[in-house]
């Protein structure tokens, strides 16, 4: 069975806006109660808690993931636009050529700066056979595809996202084509700062 097949990607907007008078916001609740993700308490928190909001406001944009076979919430994955800086000297000069076609060089401190796709949250649903309906890679692929389908339209060329410093992880996303450039410094007013790693991919 083909990936377009066996999953159904909802846009949360669907729920929240006035698309199909017979999904609401209340239905989504219920749906989004039903995900857990005990691994990163964090992935399962954003989608409860905050995707909801960062929709209406337009910060991004939640999607859910859902199994044709049998409906059942598999995962989501979250996109925006945001502004993004390389330093130059984390990238190659094949990357730095492409970077210059939608970006804005700043070469006193030799930094590109342009939009990009995020990647802002990526979750499995554990509560569902233990999230084996779906794998990691196949979530972060329907991510890229709708990505991709964006690109299309409207043009663009990097995705980036930010992990944590653990090596499983980077290690799947390098296996999945994205290369870190850089890490970040968290800034919050209620967690402990820590560092994050910035990874990219050219479409």
């Known amino acids: 069975m083909t990936e377009k097949n066996k999953y159904r990607i909802i846009n949360i907007r669907r729920y929240i806006g006035n698309e199909n008078p017979e999904l609401g916001e209340d239905e989504l609740l219920q749906i989004l109660s039903e995900f857990s ?7 399962e928190r954003f989608l409860k808690y905050s995707s909801i909001e960062f929709t209406k406001k337009n910060q991004s944009v939640t999607y859910l993931v859902f199994s044709v076979a049998d409906g059942k919430l598999l995962g989501y994955f979250t996109l925006a636009l945001k502004p993004l800086t390389v ?4 990238v190659s000069n094949t990357v730095k050529r492409k970077l210059l ?7 006193k401190s030799d930094t590109y ?3 990009a796709y995020l990647i802002a949250q990526l979750g499995k649903n554990y ?31 990097v995705t980036f996202l930010e992990a944590e410093n653990e090596e499983k992880l ?31 991919r050219l479409l």
């Open 170 to 200: 980077l290690s799947f996303y390098r296996d999945n084509r994205f290369s870190q450039f850089d890490t970040r410094q968290t800034a919050s007013d209620t967690d402990e700062a820590h560092e994050l790693v910035q990874l990219l």
């Open 101 to 107: 076609r939608v970006s804005e060089l700043d070469k």
């Open 113 to 115: 700066t342009m939009s």
């Open 37 to 43: 993700c005990p691994l990163n308490p964090d992935v």
């Open 87 to 90: 330093r130059g000297e984390t």
């Open 127 to 157: 509560s569902e056979n233990d999230g084996k309906m779906i794998t990691g890679a196949e979530l972060l692929g329907l991510a890229w595809n709708k990505i991709k389908a964006t690109q299309y339209m409207f043009g663009g060329m």
